[in-house]
């Protein structure tokens, strides 16, 4: 998986990032777009040779009687990558115009499809290794692009397409192809993509930055190896379910609202005042996610480990790695909104710029991964990304703050929840804590139905506290991220 994460991130983040700042409106062309999205699938196939071979001759290969087929799964991993950049064009298509719809429903039926068949694999052909994960990682992405295609081909030409002045008439028009005597492709847009295809080297090492330490350099075992990916997982699925598509769906609302490289004062003052308000309530909501997580995540940690895996995972450093992990989450929600703004808004210096910070941050993740990882185990690897993911937090907050010195609006007050939601927050934090020691979790399921029960009383109590004093924060999610809320506001 390390591997096909590598080859799709690296693949097509950099024009993700540059073709949805173009937004969707009458000044972009979206002919010259979509040929730039087509050079992801070549540069795959270059990264794809680059990275089997990797894997394949430079890292350690395990021995094929304990793990057989692994340099066929190899392939097929690299080939799921392949065929999931088929998609980019339609994808970034239905993200700039907020079909967001079609990414939860397709999603969901690649990853149902991908779950079921690696069952029945399990089960039946648990001799085939390997390649059933890496089978039903090709299924996974054969279904996300056969949903795609199946909805634009219905949809392209349709009445509700002509409805909405949708800029693309056929399916034709999908493919790579010029017209009227314009460039191929922007190369405004194309030089915004160089510039973002450099980062995306360092802030694939700043994302994956513990398990590239893992896989060449051998710090942990197996087993801890194991254990870590268990909680890294786990802790991660917020992240993943939660804080992830909002951080994509707010990146775009940014790049349509504001301007790129240009200041407050050359804008629309009624676009900077409503990217500030939607700016200082994402901020508040992700705090107080991330706040929640945080306070219960220290008490329910061991709980946690013992229901999923029983003693093996909850006996060792398990418990441990998913309370640190708790507080990581907090900054991975503050990271994912600050770097979705400051991303959105940039000028192409400033990327430039902020790429040489990403080479200084990439060099000290991976140093102080490798140093704090023989100090203090796997632990390390959480450390050593709390203090990267803080300067990045940092970075983009001086960004944010110079950026609205000029205007009336302060959006990272949104950064401090209230002093009564705090105190709950701390007051939950105590009695939990207490609740684990007294009740959890050697006494039998009862003593833990009482633990429970301790938990779900504040957690409600949190959520009152969180209704009273942040209304203005409810009103912006029951009216902007709520559907059944948002159709009736519109």
Not at 226 to 248: C, T
Request: proline share 3%; hydrophobic share 50%; net charge neutral.
């Amino acid at each position: 998986m390390l591997l096909y994460s590598t080859l799709v991130f690296l693949s097509r983040e950099a024009f993700r990032r540059a073709c949805l700042s173009g937004g969707s409106g009458v000044n972009q062309s979206w002919r010259q777009t979509i040929n730039l999205l087509w050079l992801t699938l070549p540069l795959g196939v270059l990264w794809a040779s680059v990275l089997v071979c990797v894997w394949l001759w430079l890292l350690e290969v395990p021995d094929p009687q304990d793990i057989p087929h692994y340099a066929p799964a190899v392939c097929l991993f690299a080939l799921a990558a392949l065929q999931e950049l088929l998609a980019e064009p339609l994808w970034v298509l239905a993200q700039a115009h907020m079909f967001v719809r079609l990414k939860v429903v397709a999603e969901s039926l690649a990853m149902i499809a991908k779950c079921v068949l690696t069952v029945v694999l399990v089960v039946w052909a648990p001799e085939w290794g390997l390649y059933i994960f890496s089978v039903a990682q090709c299924v996974y992405t054969g279904f996300l692009v056969l949903c795609y295609v199946i909805y634009f081909v219905r949809f392209l030409g349709s009445e509700e397409a002509n409805k909405k002045c949708f800029p693309i008439h056929n399916v034709g028009d999908l493919l790579p192809h010029t017209a009227g005597g314009e460039p191929a492709i922007d190369w405004t847009l194309a030089r915004l993509t160089w510039s973002f295809f450099k980062q995306s080297f360092l802030k694939q090492i700043l994302t994956e930055g513990e398990r590239y330490v893992m896989t060449f350099l051998n710090v942990l075992s197996f087993g801890e190896q194991g254990v870590y990916d268990i909680v890294n997982n786990l802790g991660s699925m917020v992240a993943r379910f939660i804080f992830l598509p909002i951080e994509e769906s707010f990146y775009v609302f940014f790049a349509k609202v504001l301007e790129r490289g240009r200041d407050t004062k050359s804008q629309k003052q009624e676009d900077i005042s409503i990217a500030a308000e939607v700016l200082e309530c994402l901020l508040k909501l992700v705090v107080v996610i991330g706040l929640v997580i945080t306070v219960f995540g220290y008490a329910y940690s061991h709980l946690a480990l013992d229901i999923y895996g029983g003693s093996l995972l909850s006996s060792g450093a398990g418990p441990v790695l998913l309370r640190c992990y708790s507080c990581y989450v907090l900054m991975l929600a503050v990271n994912g909104v600050t770097e979705c703004f400051v991303f959105a808004v940039m000028s192409q210096e400033d990327v430039d710029q902020y790429n040489v910070v990403m080479l200084a941050l990439s060099v000290s993740f991976l140093l102080l991964s490798y140093m704090l990882t023989w100090w203090a185990g796997a632990v390390g690897f959480i450390m050593a990304n709390c203090l990267n993911m803080g300067l990045r937090i940092l970075h983009s907050l001086v960004y944010i703050r110079r950026y609205f010195r000029s205007s009336p609006w302060d959006p990272l007050r949104g950064l401090l929840p209230s002093p009564v939601l705090l105190l709950g927050l701390a007051l939950s934090a105590v009695v939990t804590a207490l609740s684990e020691r007294v009740f959890c979790c050697d006494g039998g399921w009862l003593l833990r139905l009482v633990h429970i029960a301790v938990g779900a009383l504040c957690l409600l109590c949190v959520l009152v506290t969180v209704l009273l004093t942040e209304t203005r924060l409810v009103h912006f999610v029951k009216t902007q991220l709520l559907p059944q809320h948002r159709k009736k506001s519109t």
